[in-house]
């Protein structure tokens, strides 16, 4: 019998204990536990709604126990982190429920002698209740939307108070799934009816061609999928491409490509008529662009495993190159929540990257061409400062065209781009 909870609990071990990707974590957690599709969005409801709320879950833990949070063994911790939400922000869970799973999954467990603690713990929240901070102070925001405050910080140094209250909110809501039709091989009409075949209601996003899934879809499973008739890319991500306009005949050159989102819609917009180099650091991570171009039947792209930072002649030069650098990531928290605890982001490296990404791509530029420059993040300290410090390094470009995605003004990610080209 599939014990949801206990899937859950061994994908957010691997996410909290062993700093595993999310999403990865758990992929593995689904394909060793055998479960089926009807399991899947009750599980994917836990284990993300838990990330999103850890800050929040373990402040309320600390209210109820003696020690700290960070010293209650992986097993106990997490079971209880999983209760807590539950009881707080799953209505349809009952509460007994909730506690009596968590309590019986860790008796089961090599940490058993915790389980008369998790249950007193969880019984003094029933009667107690959960005790959040009110007010706007930035502790209190903290603990409310399950965010660091150094992060909390650094929206407000950007965007005021009142927006990042509305990010904040927005970073804990569930998101759709944005996938990008693939015009080379179908109509948008005949994947809405093929997509129908398969039981899968999609709605048109804003851009044409994009059409939104609900949250939770198993998108590998699905024939159309297989057969290579759409892949997942999120609208913003799209938007900044499709301003490029690329063209049959042009050479494109895609500096940072995984997982190849960008690489893939330069080829469908020029239906398969543009030149592509598709770069990534990691030979792994190139072939997963070679797979999903295999997969699309995308032609006219080269695979490539290279620095972005270093310039490589005998790539020759290019019509388009498209610098979608490493980046905070704080536009995509609600999708990677892992994000938001990372203690280890230099920031001053990661502007440090992302200048000499920028600066490194106009050694690839033709005459007239264009640079697409674009990030995951809404720290304007890696996007309008980039630019405008490139900008000033280089008299002979000019900015045609930037936007940054705001979560509270459209139900998107955040998001950056800019359209630069060389006079």
């Not at 409310?144 to 909390?152: A, G, H, N, V």
């Not at 008299?395 to 045609?400: I, S």
Request: net charge positive; proline share 3%; with cysteine.
């Amino acid at each position: 019998m599939i014990n949801q909870r206990k899937i859950a609990l061994d994908a957010l071990i691997a996410v909290n204990d062993n700093l595993a990707y999310s999403n990865l974590a758990l992929q593995k957690a689904f394909a060793s536990s055998g479960v089926t599709g009807k399991d899947k969005p009750f599980i994917t409801a836990l284990f993300y709604g838990v990330l999103d709320r850890k800050l929040t879950l373990d402040y309320i833990i600390s209210r109820f126990v003696s020690k700290s949070v960070n010293k209650i063994k992986p097993i106990t911790i997490n079971s209880l982190r999983i209760a807590v939400f539950q009881i707080l922000f799953m209505d349809k869970v009952p509460d007994s429920a909730a506690v009596n799973e968590s309590v019986d999954i860790v008796k089961r467990s090599k940490e058993k002698y915790n389980a008369s603690f998790v249950n007193a713990v969880l019984r003094s929240l029933l009667r107690e209740g959960a005790g959040l901070p009110g007010g706007n102070s930035v502790h209190s925001l903290s603990i409310r939307y399950s965010c660091p405050e150094w992060i909390i910080n650094s929206l407000i140094s950007d965007y005021g108070e009142k927006t990042t209250i509305k990010l904040l909110e927005h970073f804990l809501t569930v998101p759709d799934i944005t996938v990008r039709v693939n015009t080379t091989v179908v109509t948008e009409k005949e994947f809405i009816e093929k997509m129908s075949g398969e039981s899968v209601a999609v709605g048109r996003a804003d851009v044409p061609g994009a059409f939104n899934l609900k949250y939770g879809t198993d998108i590998k499973a699905l024939d159309c999928y297989k057969n290579g008739l759409f892949y997942v890319q999120d609208i913003q991500s799209q938007t900044a491409v499709l301003k490029l306009n690329v063209v049959r005949g042009e050479r494109v050159l895609d500096m940072c490509a995984a997982p190849g989102g960008k690489t893939f819609l330069a080829a469908i917009t020029s239906d398969n008529g543009a030149h592509i180099t598709s770069c990534d650091f990691y030979e792994n991570r190139v072939n997963l662009i070679k797979q999903g171009a295999k997969r699309l039947k995308l032609q006219n792209i080269d695979f490539r495993v290279c620095d972005s930072c270093d310039y490589y002649s005998e790539l020759g030069n290019f019509d388009v190159v498209i610098c979608d650098v490493p980046c905070s990531g704080f536009g995509v928290i609600r999708r990677k929540p892992e994000i938001k605890y990372k203690t280890d982001i230099d920031l001053d490296e990661l502007k440090n990257t992302q200048t000499a990404i920028i600066n490194n791509a106009v050694n690839y530029l033709k005459p007239n061409g264009r640079i697409l420059y674009s990030t995951c993040t809404l720290r304007k300290a890696e996007n309008q400062d980039i630019v405008r410090a490139f900008l000033d390094k280089h008299g002979d470009f000019e900015l045609k065209y930037e936007h940054t995605f705001l979560p509270d003004v459209k139900k998107v990610d955040g998001f950056y781009y800019a359209v630069i080209k060389s006079r």
